[in-house]
């Protein structure tokens, strides 16, 4: 009989980050690719959850710093990348405010398998976190 | 770490050759003691047969038609309609007196004494002397009791060095032989009153006189029971193409037609089955003018094409552990390279592998853990399909040492106990019953808001009465299973807290809960979550499977 017991010394380093913002989890499934719009006014992010490099799915929603204050009342989302639509989120139609409030988590818009396995070729279109935010001069 | 999939090279072949006393004509002598009582006894036997299916001359026509075509001695008792297999294995020249007998008593001429198709019991045959070569079956009924058919399937037997105690005969006829013993029926029919209704198939004598002298040789006993199969086919160059010309008779309806196979061209319609069918509905004048009437002699024997020994499958099963978070259940592999090194079947697998000597293993288990969860407790039954086993019993004292070497090969990290030989009967278990199983697992959790007396004691009174969650496909299995809501119940949860942000969590759910995606909630497809019961986000750092609630392995 093996007893399980538990290390939470372990996670201290993790935990530190976990709590600076409680959705840093995420990060240990999906990575964040980022994708403008031509009109520059949407911004959507690609959410790549790579299983070990095992096959790749993506899920699809409105990034953060999309501006939910602007004008228009209607806009075409683009995924960016070829593949096939899995799932479109239908919680979005009983409450569409959390398609602002959880982008990253309740608040997706669809979920998307790509063509390509490859993520290189799949989201060839798309921007690193890092290459996103250079280009929005944020931190 | 791989699976080897290989077949002869795999196990050391034990190379045998011929023993040196043997003669490669001599009969092997079957215990029968009513042939050295000789000729009179058999003439009895033979008469006596004949009395219930061939009447008066009718066996006299038979063998004159059958001599006249040189047939073989044991082929004249097939048409002669004698089923007592013992009287086959009487030595020709006797079986012919006992026919040169029948014949005299019709005061007919007597059959020429200068036979060149007899052989002696003792007799080298010399080149010069050749003896025609029976047409009906190519001289494999005149072999069945010797070297030729049997040393074959010795020489393999002993090679693969199989430790059995019985065995069953599968024979395939060269189908040639087909057409040939059709026309030889014609033949009969059209010189003597004869329906042919009881002729002896070939098959029959063949497989009980190669049946005995297996038996004989090897040791074993024939029982079409038994598990271990030996599978012979026989080809015959010569006639295989022989029954063609039914193509051209059209009451046959016979046609061959042209398919493609792995992107060759290849012609089928005429197996053993459909030329019997169409030999069946053929017009004697359409065979005789079609065909080959009466049988032409044949200037080659027969000839061995395969020769396949095969042991049904073993079946072995047992529980097994997994202290790892690094090795997967079966091998993982992404895009030609491995993601974990060693894996539960190929360590249980191998060593199996080894001890059973077979050829390849199938791995089944009452369900599966990730490569980074624990199976700890009691283990998960599990079993394995042994296939083509050469050593298909193995002692308790064996399966032990088997459990420690699997334990050693995996570095301690995989144990495998209470393994024992399973009955088929007993397999579909693993797999029925997910209803009624129950899994027990504990977690390392965190959470978002910081854990707190209220918290933990809330979530210990649902956990008393259990709750039921949707759960939509996680999205980590999407690619391989079909988008759908499942109705999973927890019956029991149990918490602790073990820090500011850490919980100890112990569940009791049904068979196929996504535990990791009741704690994260899995962008919301799982409702309620661990994460919605307290209010927070949460998720999973470590999971062990505790135990799987099924008995197994079954009791005898």
């Known amino acids: ?93 009983e409450d569409e405010g959390l398609l602002f409030r959880k982008p990253y988590t309740e608040g997706y818009i669809a979920i998307i398998k790509p063509k390509h396995e490859n993520t290189q070729i799949a989201l060839e279109n798309c921007l690193t976190e890092d290459e996103y935010k250079a280009s929005r001069g944020l931190d | 770490m791989s699976k080897k999939r290989l077949w002869s090279d795999d196990h050391a072949l034990v190379s045998v050759g011929l023993p040196p006393e043997t003669d490669k004509w001599k009969r092997i002598k079957i215990e029968n003691p009513s042939f050295s009582e000789g000729v009179d006894f058999l003439y009895q036997k033979v008469t006596s047969e004949l009395q219930k299916t061939c009447h008066g001359k009718i066996s006299r026509d038979i063998i004159n038609v059958l001599s006249d075509i040189s047939a073989c001695a044991r082929c004249t008792l097939r048409f002669l309609s004698i089923r007592d297999w013992n009287v086959y294995s009487a030595p020709e020249e006797l079986l012919f007196e006992t026919f040169r007998r029948i014949c005299a008593n019709f005061d007919v001429e007597p059959l020429s004494e200068t036979r060149a198709n007899v052989y002696t019991t003792e007799e080298i045959i010399s080149p010069r002397e050749s003896p025609t070569i029976c047409p009906l079956c190519f001289d494999l009924l005149r072999f069945a009791d010797k070297l030729d058919c049997v040393w074959p399937i010795c020489e393999k037997y002993y090679a693969h060095d199989y430790k059995v105690t019985d065995f069953n005969l599968n024979i395939v006829l060269p189908s040639g032989v087909i057409v040939k013993n059709h026309s030889a029926l014609i033949r009969i029919q059209r010189l003597a009153a004869f329906t042919g209704d009881y002729v002896v198939d070939l098959k029959a004598p063949y497989k009980s006189l190669l049946g005995s002298s297996i038996q004989e040789a090897l040791g ?72 080959e009437y009466p049988p032409t002699a044949v200037t080659e024997r027969f000839q061995i094409l395969t020769i396949r020994l095969e042991h049904s499958p073993i079946f072995v099963g047992g529980r097994y552990l997994k202290l790892s978070r690094d090795i997967s259940q079966t091998p993982w592999v992404v895009s030609g390279s491995r993601l974990t090194e060693k894996s539960v079947s190929e360590c249980i697998g191998e060593i199996l592998r080894e001890k059973y000597r077979c050829d390849d293993y199938n791995f089944v288990s009452a369900g599966r853990e990730d490569a980074n969860v624990r199976m700890l407790g009691n283990g998960r039954p599990f079993y394995l399909g042994l296939i083509n086993p050469r050593e298909p019993c193995l002692s308790q004292h064996e399966l032990n040492d088997a459990e420690m070497e699997i334990a050693e090969l995996s570095g301690k990290l995989i144990r495998a106990h209470k393994l024992k030989p399973i009955d088929e009967c007993h397999l579909p ?110 998720d999973i750092l470590e999971l062990d499977v505790i135990d799987v609630e099924l008995a197994w392995p079954p009791e005898d």
């Not at chain 2, 899994?439 to 004691?457: A, D, G, P, R």
């Not at chain 2, 949860?493 to 100890?504: K, T, V």
């Open chain 2, 429 to 538: 278990t693993i797999k029925t019953g997910e209803e009624s199983k129950y899994i027990f697992t504990s977690m390392l959790v965190w959470l978002s808001k910081m854990v707190s007396t209220e918290m933990v004691n809330k979530l210990n009174e649902i956990g008393t009465s259990g709750i039921t969650i949707d759960q939509w496909t996680p999205i980590r299995v999407l690619q391989r299973r079909a988008l759908m809501v499942r109705k999973k119940r927890i019956h029991n949860l149990l918490a602790e807290a073990l820090g500011e942000h850490f919980l100890r969590i112990e569940l009791r759910t049904e068979a196929g809960t996504y535990i990791k995606e009741f704690i994260h909630g899995d962008l919301g497809r799982t409702t309620p979550s661990l994460g919605n019961l307290v209010g927070c986000d949460a």
């Open chain 1, 1 to 93: 009989m093996i007893e399980e017991d538990y290390e939470t010394s372990r996670y201290t380093d993790l935990i530190e980050n976990y709590n600076r913002d409680p959705l840093t989890y995420l990060k240990q499934y999906y990575t964040k690719y980022y994708h403008v719009s031509t009109d520059k006014i949407v911004n959507t992010t690609n959410k790549k959850r790579p299983l070990h490099k095992e096959t790749v799915i993506c899920v699809i929603s409105v990034s953060k710093e999309f501006d939910s204050t602007a004008k228009r009342t209607e806009y075409k989302v683009r995924a960016c990348l070829a593949g096939w639509i899995v799932e479109f989120n239908k919680r979005l139609l």
């Open chain 2, 220 to 291: 074993l006993q024939h029982s079409s029971g038994s598990k271990f199969l030996i599978n012979v086919e026989y080809c015959h160059p010569e006639t295989q193409e022989n029954h063609r010309f039914l193509t051209r008779v059209s009451s046959a309806n016979f046609q061959l037609k042209k398919i493609k196979v792995k992107g060759k061209d290849v012609w089928t319609g005429d197996s053993r089955q459909n030329i019997a069918k169409a030999l069946a509905v053929t017009g004697d004048d359409d065979f005789i003018e079609y065909g």
